[in-house]
C-alpha cells in the first residue's frame, strides 16, 4: 500500500499546470491540516496495511509552514502504520524554504526530494511563468544536500516554447552539475484547463513531434553517459536511486490519496477527493466522506492501464497482457519494440513512441 497526499498550494500558478492547485490565500491554515487528518481517521479502519512509500504532492507542499507541516506528518504518523516505509517523497519549489524548514522536512521523516526546478535558463523561467531564477534553483538544491538530504530528484521540462536545443542540453548539464540522484525530464504537454492550451489552441504556442524526439533522444544520450538510468520515459536515475512510489503507480499497486483533488485507487475501486479545498476542509471536518467520481475499474480497465503505464518502464509488459491478436509482430520488424522471457520492451525508437505504442497493444 502506497500514501498521496496531496498539498494544492502555489504561490503562483503556472500557466502549463493541469493540476489541482491555486494561491494558499486563507486556506493554507490549521484547518487545512486537520481536514486532512480527520480523512485519514476515517480511512484508518479501513486501511490498516502498512504503507511503503508516502509522497507529498501538488500544488507545493514545501509552502506549508514549518508548524503545519510538523502537524501534518505526526498525525499521519498517529493515525497510520508508517514503520515500513522506505521512501517517502516531498515537492519542493526553490525559494520555498530554507535551511531551518528543510532540516525539519528530514527529521519529519522525508527521505526524498522532489525539486520543481523545470529549467537553468530565465528566459525558459519566464515563459513557463516560474517565480524562481536559476540562482535559487541551485541555491535550492545546494540548501537541500546541506540539510542532510542523500536522494534529492531535480524536475526539468523540454519543447517549451522558444526554448533553443543548446539551452536545453544547458539545463542538462547544469542539472548534471549538481549530481543530483535523481532527474525527470518532461515533454511538455499542453494540459485540459490550462492557458497554455489556450493558447496552442489559438496557433500562438506551437507543436512539433520531430523537434520533440530530438530533444527527447538528446536527455537520453546526455543523462546515460553520465550514468542514469533510463528506467521510465520521463525518468532517469543513479543506480538503487528510482522514485519506489511511482515505480509502484506503474506496477498497479494500490494507494490512498488525502487532500483535495487526490485520487485513491484500492481493491478495484478508484475515486477521487472533492477538487475543491474549502468544500473538502468543511466535508472532512464534519465527518463526511470527500469522495466523489467513484468508480469499480473491471479486469480489463485494469488491463489496458497496465499496459499503458507499464510498457513506459525499463521492464516492459508480460506477453500475457496483451489480447490473441496483436501487432507484436509488425511492431518488432519496425524496430519499436524487443521481445524477451515473456516480456515486451520499447526499443530506443520505440520510446518516443510510447503512447501510441501501447494503444495498437491494447
Request: proline share 4%; with cysteine; charged share 20%.
Given at each position: 500500500m502506497?500514501?498521496?497526499?496531496?498539498?494544492?498550494?502555489?504561490?503562483?500558478?503556472?500557466?502549463?499546470?493541469?493540476?489541482y492547485?491555486h494561491?494558499p490565500?486563507a486556506?493554507?491554515?490549521a484547518?487545512?491540516?486537520?481536514?486532512?487528518?480527520?480523512e485519514?481517521?476515517?480511512?484508518?479502519?479501513?486501511?490498516?496495511?502498512p504503507?511503503q512509500?508516502?509522497?507529498f504532492?501538488?500544488g507545493?507542499?514545501s509552502?506549508l509552514?514549518k508548524?503545519?507541516?510538523?502537524?501534518l506528518?505526526e498525525g499521519?504518523?498517529?493515525?497510520?502504520d508508517?514503520?515500513?516505509v522506505?521512501?517517502?517523497t516531498l515537492?519542493?519549489?526553490?525559494?520555498?524554504?530554507?535551511?531551518?524548514?528543510?532540516?525539519?522536512?528530514r527529521d519529519?521523516g522525508?527521505?526524498?526530494?522532489?525539486?520543481?526546478?523545470?529549467?537553468?535558463?530565465?528566459?525558459?523561467?519566464a515563459?513557463?511563468?516560474?517565480?524562481h531564477?536559476?540562482?535559487?534553483?541551485?541555491?535550492a538544491?545546494?540548501?537541500?544536500?546541506?540539510?542532510?538530504?542523500?536522494n534529492i530528484?531535480?524536475?526539468?521540462?523540454?519543447s517549451?516554447?522558444?526554448?533553443a536545443?543548446?539551452?536545453?542540453?544547458?539545463?542538462?548539464e547544469?542539472?548534471?552539475?549538481?549530481?543530483?540522484?535523481?532527474?525527470?525530464?518532461?515533454?511538455l504537454?499542453?494540459?485540459?484547463?490550462?492557458?497554455?492550451?489556450t493558447?496552442?489552441?489559438?496557433?500562438?504556442?506551437?507543436?512539433n513531434?520531430?523537434r520533440?524526439?530530438?530533444?527527447?533522444?538528446?536527455?537520453?544520450?546526455?543523462l546515460?553517459?553520465h550514468?542514469?538510468?533510463?528506467?521510465?520515459i520521463?525518468n532517469?536515475?543513479?543506480?538503487?536511486?528510482e522514485?519506489?512510489?511511482?515505480?509502484?503507480?506503474?506496477?498497479g499497486?494500490?494507494?490512498l490519496?488525502?487532500?483535495?483533488?487526490a485520487?485513491?485507487?484500492?481493491?478495484?475501486?478508484?475515486?477521487?477527493?472533492?477538487?475543491?479545498?474549502?468544500?473538502?476542509?468543511?466535508?472532512a471536518?464534519?465527518?463526511?466522506?470527500?469522495?466523489t467520481?467513484i468508480?469499480?475499474?473491471s479486469?480489463?480497465?485494469?488491463?489496458?492501464e497496465?499496459?499503458?503505464l507499464?510498457?513506459?518502464t525499463?521492464?516492459?509488459?508480460a506477453t500475457?497482457?496483451?489480447?490473441?491478436?496483436?501487432?507484436?509482430?509488425?511492431?518488432?520488424?519496425?524496430?519499436?519494440?524487443?521481445?524477451?522471457?515473456?516480456?515486451i520492451r520499447?526499443?530506443?525508437e520505440?520510446?518516443a513512441?510510447?503512447d501510441?505504442?501501447?494503444?495498437?497493444?491494447?
Amino acid at each position: 500500500m502506497h500514501l498521496y497526499v496531496h498539498i494544492p498550494f502555489c504561490h503562483h500558478i503556472c500557466p502549463y499546470c493541469g493540476f489541482y492547485k491555486h494561491k494558499p490565500g486563507a486556506l493554507a491554515n490549521a484547518d487545512f491540516v486537520r481536514a486532512i487528518l480527520a480523512e485519514a481517521e476515517r480511512r484508518t479502519t479501513a486501511e490498516k496495511t502498512p504503507f511503503q512509500t508516502v509522497y507529498f504532492g501538488g500544488g507545493t507542499p514545501s509552502l506549508l509552514s514549518k508548524a503545519h507541516l510538523r502537524t501534518l506528518c505526526e498525525g499521519l504518523a498517529e493515525r497510520f502504520d508508517l514503520s515500513s516505509v522506505r521512501e517517502w517523497t516531498l515537492e519542493a519549489n526553490p525559494a520555498t524554504f530554507d535551511i531551518e524548514k528543510a532540516a525539519l522536512m528530514r527529521d519529519f521523516g522525508v527521505t526524498r526530494i522532489s525539486l520543481g526546478v523545470q529549467s537553468f535558463h530565465s528566459e525558459t523561467l519566464a515563459t513557463l511563468g516560474r517565480d524562481h531564477s536559476p540562482a535559487e534553483a541551485i541555491g535550492a538544491f545546494e540548501t537541500l544536500r546541506a540539510a542532510g538530504f542523500e536522494n534529492i530528484s531535480v524536475d526539468l521540462m523540454f519543447s517549451i516554447p522558444g526554448q533553443a536545443a543548446k539551452t536545453w542540453s544547458s539545463d542538462l548539464e547544469q542539472a548534471i552539475a549538481l549530481q543530483p540522484n535523481h532527474i525527470s525530464a518532461y515533454n511538455l504537454t499542453y494540459e485540459e484547463d490550462t492557458e497554455f492550451l489556450t493558447r496552442h489552441q489559438s496557433g500562438e504556442l506551437d507543436g512539433n513531434e520531430d523537434r520533440d524526439a530530438d530533444l527527447f533522444y538528446h536527455a537520453i544520450d546526455l543523462l546515460e553517459s553520465h550514468g542514469f538510468h533510463h528506467y521510465e520515459i520521463s525518468n532517469y536515475a543513479l543506480p538503487g536511486f528510482e522514485s519506489q512510489h511511482n515505480r509502484a503507480y506503474w506496477a498497479g499497486a494500490d494507494y490512498l490519496g488525502l487532500g483535495p483533488g487526490a485520487v485513491s485507487t484500492l481493491h478495484g475501486e478508484r475515486s477521487k477527493t472533492l477538487a475543491d479545498t474549502a468544500a473538502y476542509v468543511r466535508a472532512a471536518l464534519s465527518g463526511l466522506d470527500t469522495r466523489t467520481d467513484i468508480e469499480a475499474l473491471s479486469p480489463e480497465d485494469l488491463r489496458i492501464e497496465r499496459i499503458a503505464l507499464q510498457l513506459r518502464t525499463r521492464e516492459g509488459i508480460a506477453t500475457g497482457l496483451l489480447p490473441s491478436r496483436n501487432p507484436v509482430e509488425s511492431l518488432i520488424q519496425q524496430g519499436l519494440i524487443t521481445e524477451s522471457d515473456g516480456q515486451i520492451r520499447l526499443t530506443r525508437e520505440g520510446k518516443a513512441l510510447a503512447d501510441p505504442i501501447a494503444a495498437a497493444l491494447v
